[in-house]
């Protein structure tokens, strides 16, 4: 899958945006990882991520089943990191979510020293990937490139909407939703917060990052340069 | 996917949710209706919107009674006030439909989980992309846009008539008759899906044709497609063959997923590890 390498902006955009994903290789390392997953995800924890998640069960921010109609009154907004830990239970792919560079090159780091047998990868601009790397002193292996979209674009919608909708490579955040949500901010009916954790509850596998949407919603507003 | 009519209250939360915008209140009767055909079975209404199970007849109530004081009506946008979705049974071939467009699910009819393969982000344990390699990802109907397999056809037998070969454990890959041509299984052609991956490696003197080839049939497709392209680096993390050839075609490479290496280097560790391990008196090696 590609679910984190097309999202929508320039390489400025992604200043605060690195998605570490650790995934074991389906037939080689994949027996024995679910210990080791979570380890990776515990790992990051010191780092203050934005938000985690396995692509099995979703990400820190999740929808409720059984909702109380009190609970309009008193959303839960607070990512719950350790539910996503304690919820690994098959090899899978699982995400960190940082909102700056020190702090994945500080993780990168650590997982190195770990030595998980599970394979690495940073999702952000090509220049802020390798940094991280020359942090941790080892060279790039492979990289994947995005080359953006092409085809018919006049189908797709304004760049803010685009730069909040595909923070969900799966297509999970709809145009219209994150369209809305800049209205609801602009007209002050929720705050860029409340706006961020509708839409990531959507993602489901914690990939999202809600510190960029709340940057690019407040842009959106008028409120940030 | 089906909205339960005595359960739905029209609030119109779901309208905004479905990324295909399938989703509308029809006036004949006044509650959320599914348009089938363009539906992709992505099941995020049912599964992001977070449900409440009040009595209708209540919610319907209140609401009217709000609308009749033009007093406006501010509940949260990712609730469902009584639960009205229903998953469908899905058989054959509309089940490809979910495969493609829910990521928690394993593909049914494929057998092979995700909308693609591992592809580069496994690539240090697997070399499946060598220096040298270009391995190309073509995704169509994403961002919000859904694709059909008649489309994705098109441009798969384009493809193959520039001789190119398709990634056998890709799940569009399994869903053809014969690889060598792109054909498709005619009977899935109108399905519409949230996105779907062809997957396809050839050697860096290749890129231009595989581009020149995506940039003419894209021009006949009612969708939009991005391309993600792979590169082993060298012993330096340096990719000195396929970036430039990307750039050069006019691409600026903003983005880019970095397999760090990590997976190769605690098997590198594993095999050094081993070889150091005291051979038992005696023992064959």
């Excluded at chain 1, 109380?68 to 979510?97: E, K, L, Y």
């Excluded at chain 2, 609308?67 to 490809?96: G, N, S, Y």
């Excluded at chain 2, 993390?237 to 983005?255: Q, S």
Aim: charged share 25%; aromatic share 6%.
């Amino acid at each position: 899958m590609t679910n984190t390498l097309h999202r929508f902006g320039d390489a400025e955009s992604f200043r605060d945006d690195y998605v570490v994903f650790a995934i074991p290789a389906r037939g080689k390392t994949d027996k024995g990882s679910v210990p080791k997953l979570k380890e990776f995800l515990r790992l990051a924890l010191p780092f203050k991520p934005v938000n985690m998640g396995d692509a099995s069960h979703g990400g820190a921010l999740r929808p409720c089943q059984n909702m109380d109609p009190t609970q309009h009154w008193n959303r839960d907004m607070t990512p719950n990191f350790q539910s996503v830990i304690d919820g690994v239970d098959t090899p899978t792919t699982c995400a960190v979510v940082f909102d700056n560079r020190v702090a994945a090159e500080e993780f990168l780091k650590l997982v190195l020293k770990a030595d998980l047998n599970l394979c690495v990868n940073i999702s952000t601009s090509v220049d802020g990937a390798e940094q991280c790397c020359h942090a941790a002193g080892i060279p790039r292996h492979s990289l994947s490139y995005s080359l953006g979209f092409q085809g018919k674009t006049e189908m797709l919608p304004a760049s803010q909407v685009m730069s909040l909708s595909t923070m969900c490579g799966h297509g999970m955040i709809s145009h219209s939703l994150a369209k809305k949500m800049i209205d609801w901010v602009k007209e002050g009916r929720r705050t860029p917060e409340e706006a961020v954790t509708y839409m990531a509850r959507f993602c489901s596998c914690g990939v999202y990052n809600p510190s960029r949407a709340k940057r690019i919603l407040e842009e959106a507003r008028g409120t940030m340069k | 996917m089906k909205i339960n009519p005595n359960k739905c209250v029209a609030c119109g939360n779901c309208t905004y949710v479905c990324p295909m915008g399938a989703i509308y209140v029809d006036p004949a009767n006044n509650r959320s209706t599914i348009n089938r055909d363009e539906c992709v079975e992505c099941y995020s209404c049912y599964n992001g919107l977070s449900q409440e199970h009040l009595n209708p007849t209540l919610v319907r109530t209140m609401r009217g009674i709000f609308k009749a004081l033009r007093l406006r009506f501010d509940p949260e946008p990712d609730v469902c006030p009584t639960a009205a979705f229903e998953p469908d049974e899905l058989t054959w071939p509309r089940i490809v439909r979910r495969a493609f467009s829910d990521p928690r699910v394993p593909h049914e009819s494929t057998g092979v989980t995700g909308r693609g393969t591992e592809e580069v982000k496994t690539n240090d344990v697997t070399g499946r992309v060598q220096l040298g390699d270009a391995g190309f990802t073509v995704e169509f109907g994403r961002p919000g846009v859904g694709v059909r397999f008649y489309e994705i056809e098109r441009m798969a037998m384009a493809l193959a008539k520039r001789g190119v070969t398709f990634e056998k454990k890709n799940p569009v890959t399994s869903l053809m008759t014969d690889t060598s041509t792109g054909k498709i299984k005619d009977d899935i052609l109108n399905e519409k899906v949230m996105s779907a991956i062809l997957e396809l490696k050839v050697t860096a003197d290749k890129i231009e044709t595989v581009i020149e080839t995506v940039r003419e049939v894209e021009k006949t497709l009612n969708t939009v497609i991005v391309l993600g392209v792979g590169a082993r680096c060298d012993e330096n993390g340096e990719d000195k063959i396929v970036g430039p050839i990307l750039e050069r075609l006019g691409y600026t490479l903003h983005r880019a997923k970095t397999n760090t290496g990590l997976g190769k280097i605690s098997l590198d560790r594993a095999e050094a590890a081993q070889s150091k391990e005291p051979v038992p008196t005696g023992a064959a090696r």
